[in-house]
């Protein structure tokens, strides 16, 4: 909160939280309020002697009208009390973040004036970036590992060998974290760090909102990924089946709908709990969304389709009445979004990234689909939930860092027509001294160590039909770092551009950098084999 006066020089004091009004005119006497972001009329004494001459013995009184002064009103300054809210937002949120920065060996000067001025950047070190970082990493790591010797054990199965297109869902569904829970976790993370869910009320509001929206979401891009799916195997083969069709469209929108709401419930627990241990949910969430949707999604996928390929044969009916059931409840979670204004805005405007990334990850599946059959290319089945999982989480850290840092240190009246932001560039990305670049350096460094551990553990399990050669190896981590260095400098990019035309990152970034992760990690893991091959590396001995 801001105290204006007619004539006055304003000194802030940040070490107590108070702001100390010095009056020019002669024998005005000093006060003090605490910035609350409360609103009160500030009533002077009428003489000198009235005043405390301590200034901790200063008060603000609460008053419902203003008494009627106007004989005096030559003899002193008028005061008027502004609620400056915009920017209380963001210094909660920096406020929030910056308790856990302990680590930080960068010391905050408290004596500057910090009125009308966005607050300081984030006081993170790489350390801290990387500790909150790292276990998260891992755990999602693992799950995309456990997913990737899922779908090498699946791939054999009878839908996957007679409804080849099943794999054309595979990353599209897969996706979906990306699309919707990743979404959701920098969302309430977002709302987490800015004050937004601090009131039980607030919080169960947010809640309800944000999961009917993400089942609605589900819903419709489950239906699309089936659609897509059957005309990109229609196309190249010009054969077309509706029992297929049928079979499709039910367990996509089905996994979809189920997947969705467990890690929906699982992303807010964890968000929940991370706030109350002292922990950034932005370091914490998404990779954990993404440690368990793709094992989730997988495991839901083979079993639904299974079961329904099975129905195909006595009954008729089973697969339209599952797709059938899945859309009659869309109506009820669009009321209970619409109750919700943040999801409301989403629900209206937030379409067009989940589709387009939806269309993305779809063809990343139709490359999938034309590789797992072919024995130049054994082992993509098990290794592409890894690296696409890995490339993605990384990704939507950062793009979760980047909007949350938007988000605090926004101007209060922003522009209407903003200059246009430059292009960053690779090395600013990489190597400025920002907090953002920071915590770029450190996931990219996270990426080689990380996939060692992960090839190590699917070899030791003997998954997948490749022996671990260094040459392999060596193509792999290559075709993995390209990946994250790609995805890092779009996120940057991306962002940032996002932001100056009005449009929340949380909503719109994460769904197109995720879907990018897909087709880049399966076309250069694709890539990789194809050249493996070509120089004579042909080993198809594990895990036949």
Same mark, same amino acid.
């Not at 009125?115 to 990387?130: D, R, Y």
């Given at each position: 909160m801001v105290l204006w006066s007619k004539d006055q020089d304003k000194l802030s004091d940040m070490s107590t939280g108070t702001e100390r009004i010095e009056m020019k005119k002669e024998g005005a006497p000093p006060a003090f309020h605490h910035s609350n972001g409360s609103v009160h009329p500030v009533i002077l004494p009428d003489s000198p002697e009235e005043v405390p001459q301590t200034p901790g013995e200063y008060e603000l009184t609460e008053v419902t009208s203003i008494p009627d002064r106007s004989d005096q009103e030559n003899e002193r300054p008028d005061m008027v009390v502004l609620d400056c809210r915009a920017n209380a937002k963001g210094q909660r949120e920096e406020d929030a973040l910056l308790e856990n920065a302990s680590q930080s060996n960068e010391s905050d000067d408290t004596s500057t004036d910090q009125? +009308?001025?966005?607050? %300081?950047?984030?006081?993170?070190?790489?350390?801290?970036?990387?500790l909150q970082v790292l276990f998260p990493f891992l755990l999602a790591g693992f799950g995309t590992v456990a997913a990737g010797m899922v779908l090498d054990i699946v791939q054999h199965w009878t839908v996957f060998t007679e409804v080849t297109e099943v794999f054309i869902l595979v990353p599209a569904l897969l996706g979906l974290k990306g699309n919707l829970e990743m979404t959701l976790a920098s969302r309430l993370s977002t709302a987490a760090n800015i004050g937004q869910m601090d009131t039980a009320k607030d919080m169960w509001k947010m809640i309800m909102g944000n999961l009917a929206l993400i089942q609605v979401q589900a819903t419709v891009v489950g239906f699309l990924a089936s659609i897509a799916a059957v005309i990109f195997g229609w196309i190249p083969e010009g054969n077309f089946k509706m029992g297929h069709a049928v079979l499709l469209c039910a367990s996509s929108v089905a996994t979809a709908f189920i997947a969705s709401l467990l890690l929906g419930l699982i992303m807010i627990g964890v968000i929940i709990a991370s706030r109350k241990v002292g922990i950034n949910p932005d370091n914490v969430a998404t990779p954990i969304a993404a440690s368990l949707g793709d094992l989730i999604t997988l495991a839901l996928l083979a079993g639904i389709s299974t079961g329904l390929y099975k129905e195909l044969e006595y009954n008729d009916y089973a697969n339209p009445m599952v797709c059938a059931f899945f859309v009659a409840l869309t109506p009820i979670w669009v +009321?209970?979004?619409?109750? *919700?204004?943040? @999801?409301?805005?989403?629900?209206?405007? !937030?379409?067009?990234?989940?589709i387009i990334a939806m269309a993305i990850s779809s063809v990343g599946g139709l490359i999938l689909d034309k590789t797992v059959s072919n024995p130049n290319f054994a082992g993509m089945a098990v290794f592409t939930p890894v690296i696409n999982g890995v490339g993605g989480n990384l990704v939507a850290v950062q793009a979760s860092r980047i909007s949350t840092y938007l988000h605090m240190n926004a101007l209060p009246i922003a522009e209407p027509n903003p200059a246009p932001r430059k292009c960053p560039t690779p090395w600013s990305t990489f190597f400025g001294s920002g907090v953002n670049s920071r915590s770029a350096r450190v996931l990219f460094l996270l990426v080689a160590p990380g996939h060692l551990v992960?090839?190590? @553990?699917?070899?030791?399990?003997? !998954? !997948?039909? @490749? *022996?671990?050669?260094?040459?392999?190896? %060596?193509?792999? +981590? $290559?075709? $993995?770092?390209?990946?994250?260095?790609?995805? /890092? &400098? +779009? %996120?940057?990019?991306?962002?940032?551009?996002?932001?100056?035309? !009005?449009?929340?990152?949380?909503?719109?970034?994460?769904? &197109?950098?995720? %879907? /990018?992760g897909d087709l880049l990690g399966t076309g250069f893991l694709a890539l990789c084999f194809h050249v493996l091959w070509l120089i004579g590396d042909r080993d198809t001995d594990v895990g036949d």
């Open positions: 009125s +009308l001025v966005p607050p %300081a950047p984030l006081k993170e070190t790489s350390f801290s970036i990387g +009321l209970i979004a619409r109750r *919700t204004p943040s @999801t409301r805005e989403v629900l209206y405007s !937030g379409w067009e990234p989940v992960f090839l190590y @553990t699917i070899n030791s399990m003997q !998954g !997948g039909h @490749t *022996t671990l050669t260094s040459v392999f190896v %060596a193509f792999y +981590l $290559a075709a $993995a770092l390209l990946q994250v260095v790609i995805l /890092l &400098y +779009l %996120a940057d990019w991306m962002v940032n551009w996002m932001w100056h035309r !009005g449009m929340d990152p949380d909503n719109f970034s994460i769904p &197109y950098l995720t %879907a /990018l």
